[in-house]
């Protein structure tokens, strides 16, 4: 396996900072579009309950959000490392435990939404 780590040291400091921030803007910018557009079709055809809804469940959201980013961006850490070293095996099982935990997140965060009265 050839690794192209070079490509980070050799070009110029801000064109690097762009093309590497490029697809966390991209994405920033679709999750805000998205709750835009969700809003406009909540309020239109559902009404102010609807928006009430949309809005008290924001904290949850954020909180969901943070800790795929936590598991996300640490595993992600914790592959780099391991491939950095050669172990191939290691970042599968990371890996592995990655996708185990945001099975059981999401898994558990269903009766925690229904008991908060959300989604009868």
């Known amino acids: 396996m050839k690794f192209h780590s070079s490509a ?5 400091f801000l064109p690097l900072i762009g093309k590497m921030s490029a697809p966390a ?3 920033m910018v679709v999750i805000a579009a998205y709750n835009l ?10 009404g102010e309950l609807g928006l009430v ?22 595993g992600n850490s914790v592959i780099s ?5 050669g172990g191939v095996d290691s970042a599968n099982k990371v890996f592995g435990v990655m996708i ?13 939404i229904r ?3 959300h989604g009868r």
């Open 8 to 12: 980070l040291g050799e070009p110029p």
């Open 25 to 27: 803007v991209v994405s």
């Open 37 to 46: 557009v969700d809003a406009i079709f909540v309020g239109c055809f559902v």
């Open 53 to 74: 809804a949309l809005v008290a469940n924001i904290p949850s959201i954020g909180i969901f959000f943070g800790l795929c980013l936590f598991i996300g961006v640490g």
């Open 81 to 85: 490392h391991s491939l950095g070293r």
């Open 100 to 112: 185990l935990m945001v099975l059981v997140f999401g898994l558990l965060s269903v009766p925690l």
């Open 115 to 117: 008991q908060r009265g």
